[in-house]
């Protein structure tokens, strides 16, 4: 039934809430994991006199370093499991960026963690499954995420 499952991770243990589900259902159709981290583009941070200040290239090469560091340990404990994973790093806008992924490596189910952000907090920051399940057209599997 699935052959790719796409999962998007943020870094947070609220989103990793997802990966026992994506494990199972890995297991049982012998699906690929495919984990996605999006990186959104860096603000210009303001200094001391409203000025804008933008982080020094080293400091954005380690960020990333620490975000595939990331990546690639999850991977590898699923791959240590018998399943096939792998991860990849976007930049750019959340949502587009995550229908992107799925369009492109074809996923047949997108499993994701919702944070369960209400009221003024999902009005202010959004919702990444809410976006993702506005837009896609192929199998959503959304679990929500306790803190």
Excluded: W
């Excluded at 750019?92 to 960026?97: A, D, L, N």
């Excluded at 369960?116 to 959004?126: E, K």
């Amino acid at each position: 039934m699935y052959k790719t499952i796409l999962v998007p991770l943020d870094g947070s243990k609220r989103a990793e809430a997802i990966l026992p589900h994506a494990e199972e259902l890995a297991q049982r159709y012998q699906a690929e994991v495919v984990f996605v981290r999006v990186m959104e583009p860096m603000p210009y941070l303001i200094g001391p006199e409203g000025m804008p200040v933008v982080l020094p290239e080293d400091e954005l090469a380690q960020c990333r370093r620490h975000v595939q560091d990331y990546m690639d340990a999850v991977a590898d404990d699923l791959r240590q499991r018998g399943i096939n994973a792998r991860s990849q790093i976007r930049q750019g806008p959340v949502v587009k960026s995550l229908i992107e992924a799925a369009a492109e490596e074809n996923a047949d189910l997108i499993a994701i963690a919702s944070h369960g952000r209400s009221g003024l907090s999902q009005f202010f920051y959004g919702s990444v499954a809410a976006g993702i399940l506005q837009r896609v057209e192929r199998p959503l599997l959304v679990v929500r995420a306790r803190s």
